[in-house]
């Protein structure tokens, strides 16, 4: 079955860095775009950056672009969130999904302190 483990969370000073990283596994995962989204308390499930399948094309919000870098590694079936500059209003669970599929890994949580 699907599976998305997302790993690499944790408290970090603003200014500081995190490296997400979201190990996928049940579908050919070379084949799919894959994005990285976040919700903080209170708000909505935001998708922050997104790749093509081959890793070529990328795309980053307005608040995160210049700052987060999304790559993959097909031959590990992984994609990664380098998060740097970190702000406050970056604190999410941080979440992946492949294509637009139904499947959610239990995310990672991110917490940024001022």
């Known amino acids: 079955q699907v599976q998305l483990v997302e790993s690499g969370g944790g408290l970090v000073q603003a200014g500081g860095s995190l490296r997400l990283s979201c190990a996928a596994s049940?579908?050919?995962?070379?084949?799919?775009?894959m994005g990285w989204y976040r919700q903080a308390p209170g708000k909505e499930r935001e998708l922050v950056a997104g790749?093509?399948?081959?890793?070529?094309?990328?795309y980053y919000s307005g608040s995160v672009k210049g700052r987060f870098t999304i790559s993959r590694d097909n031959t590990k079936n992984t994609v990664y969130l380098q998060m740097d500059s970190l702000k406050p209003e970056d604190t999410a669970v941080y979440y992946c999904r492949y294509g637009k599929s139904d499947y959610w890994g239990q995310g990672t949580q991110v917490t940024v302190s001022s």
């Open positions: 790749i093509n399948s081959g890793g070529s094309t990328t």
């Open positions: 049940g579908f050919t995962f070379s084949s799919y775009a």
